[in-house]
């Protein structure tokens, strides 16, 4: 496999003290990357068969933060993230429908219009929420000659076999297999139907490469058989490809630890190769408690929360708490993420509402705390990107800022380091204030001129029914049913909702 070349700039060596959980070592680790001021990242990406739900919100977010916070810390990040377009089966192992086709089935597509239609939807998702973006996008179905020859490299060193035209991973040939879980292989499932336990030598073999049935219609050539590659063989291709030897971080969900990571390092391994040097995982999202997934049916789209929350407060309800922490999601979690960001953003369009006019010079006492208040937040974020410390810091900051400006004017090089505070803290590293231009922006400016187009609208109302107009204000009601506003009477006034 080539090695990606980066181009070095030798000045770049930020050592910014950064420790975080190593899910390999079981412990908080001082991070050192391979190339000094370089990260390279990998990220397992979804499986594009549905729109996205909270629960994979919580993933991209929890990484995004990561990423955003290397680079503020003056790493540059390489940050690959994949997309499963085929080999992920419906049960999650080495038989079953492949879950494109059978939401291609569903909804009379093809498999690739299914994963086209939900890797746009998942883009668009991850936009409003203001996820950056992967350097590399790469898609399992546009690397299988990469998947085919490692496979080859594993073979060729004595560690997977063919078997009726499949090829399977010898996991009695790797007694490493298990390390990143710490399962023993006597503690594995065995779980497979007769026939494909037949053509293992083991049954906890796992699939390289799949013989395809004759109704399987993502298929192809290969020296075995005309098939489709297993699963897990995409992201040890993929990183690999576009990382290079010995990466440095690989990430991914709790739940992805067994099988998935642990397939993907006993491949990469087994065939030579170094693998990724440390291992982060995300918990998990619940909702009363279990995890939230498409396969339970228990989940919310992203979309669907996003007719009820500007998409920051979803973000900030993600980033208020720790990655490695479960997040619950009910109603009072979202009623207290929306005071939490008002109160910040309401600080910061102040600040900058009064840099308009402010008067010259600037407040000492305020500047160190704000300066304080920087280190605490860069010191939360260091230690394994506390989040909920680092939204702390922020708060604490809001406070003393909201003192100041109660009590009078405050200095403009002050309000601009109180602005430049928030900015890079709160809109660069957690990413909770978009970026001008950017889609969530866009979508968050969307958001406040239909507020203020509903206030006219409603108060048009109000006057027609003042002057007992009442068809006219039956007429705007249901103009508004039309596009999917209901407006309700209420003793405060008209509420509307879409
Ligand atoms: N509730 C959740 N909380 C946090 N991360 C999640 C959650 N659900 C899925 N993920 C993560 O998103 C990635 C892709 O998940 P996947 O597409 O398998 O979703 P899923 O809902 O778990 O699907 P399925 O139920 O079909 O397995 C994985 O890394 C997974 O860990
Ligand atoms: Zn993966």
């Excluded at 910014?16 to 070592?25: A, G, W």
Aim: negative net charge.
């Amino acid at each position: 496999m080539t090695q990606p070349t980066i181009t070095q700039d030798t000045a770049r060596q930020p050592n910014p003290n950064i420790t975080l959980y190593d899910t390999m070592q079981r412990q908080k680790v001082p991070f050192v990357p391979g190339t000094p001021g370089y990260v390279g990242m990998y990220l397992c990406g979804p499986t594009v068969y549905s729109d996205a739900h909270l629960g994979h919100a919580k993933k991209e977010v929890a990484f995004d933060v990561i990423r955003r916070a290397l680079t503020h810390f003056g790493y540059q990040v390489r940050y690959v993230s994949n997309i499963t377009d085929v080999g992920h089966l419906l049960n999650d192992a080495d038989e079953g429908e492949d879950k494109l086709q059978a939401r291609a089935r569903l909804e009379q597509l093809e498999p690739m219009e299914v994963a086209d239609k939900y890797f746009w939807s998942f883009f668009r998702d991850m936009d409003a929420l203001n996820v950056l973006r992967p350097s590399i996008n790469p898609r399992a179905t546009g690397h299988i000659q990469e998947q085919i020859k490692l496979i080859e490299e594993l073979i060729e060193k004595g560690h997977a076999y063919e078997s009726a035209g499949s090829v399977y991973f010898d996991v009695r040939s790797w007694p490493e297999y298990g390390k990143l879980s710490g399962r023993k292989l006597d503690d594995q499932e065995e779980g497979t139907r007769e026939a494909v336990r037949d053509e293992k030598r083991d049954p906890r073999d796992f699939a390289l490469w799949k013989k395809a049935e004759p109704e399987h219609l993502m298929r192809w050539d290969s020296p075995w058989s005309v098939g489709f590659p297993g699963w897990h063989i995409e992201c040890s291709a993929m990183s690999l490809k576009y990382l290079g030897e010995g990466f440095d971080i690989h990430g991914g969900g709790l739940d992805l630890q067994f099988p998935h990571h642990e397939a993907e390092i006993a491949q990469a391994e087994a065939a030579g190769h170094h693998f990724a040097r440390y291992w982060m995982h995300n918990n998990m999202l619940t909702i009363g408690g279990e995890k939230m997934s498409k396969s339970k049916g228990n989940f919310t789209t992203i979309q669907d929360i996003l007719k009820k929350y500007d998409p920051m407060v979803v973000r900030f309800l993600l980033v208020s708490s720790h990655y490695r922490s479960v997040t619950e999601m009910n109603e009072e979690a979202f009623a207290s993420a929306a005071n939490g960001y008002r109160r910040l953003s309401e600080t910061l369009h102040e600040i900058e509402r009064r840099l308009k006019d402010a008067p010259a010079g600037s407040d000492t006492a305020l500047d160190s705390k704000i300066a304080a208040r920087v280190t605490e937040f860069e010191d939360a974020m260091r230690d394994d990107f506390n989040t909920p410390k680092a939204v702390a810091s922020l708060f604490g900051l809001t406070g003393e800022l909201n003192t100041a400006l109660n009590a009078g004017p405050v200095g403009r090089d002050t309000l601009e380091r109180a602005r430049d505070a928030y900015r890079s803290l709160g809109g660069d590293v957690l990413g909770l204030f978009a970026e001008t231009g950017s889609a969530a922006s866009v979508a968050q400016d969307d958001a406040s001129v239909i507020d203020a187009l509903m206030d006219l609208v409603l108060k048009a109302r109000q006057n027609y029914r003042l002057q007992k107009q009442y068809a006219e204000a039956d007429e705007l009601r249901e103009t508004l049913g039309k596009a999917g506003i209901t407006v309700e009477d209420t003793k405060d006034g008209a509420r509307w909702k879409r």
